[in-house]
């Protein structure tokens, strides 16, 4: 199942939204979760800016 997670760096105050995915993990017996970098979250509008994982944007 995925999900949208937000998170913010309280350093910078910046807002990340991930793609989490979870998955059971045979040798831990319990669930797990992987995330991917989607972009950064717009503070005004509330819209995620793709990125390419280094923080810069992403070419569509």
Partial sequence: MAAIVY???KR????YAYESVSYWDKEKKQFRA???LIGRVNIKT???ILTDGRG?????
Wanted: net charge positive.
């Fill in 7 to 9: 998170q913010t760096d």
């Fill in 12 to 15: 910078l105050g910046i807002t």
């Fill in 34 to 36: 992987k995330r991917t």
């Fill in 46 to 48: 509330g819209e995620i």
């Fill in 56 to 60: 810069r944007k992403k070419m569509i």
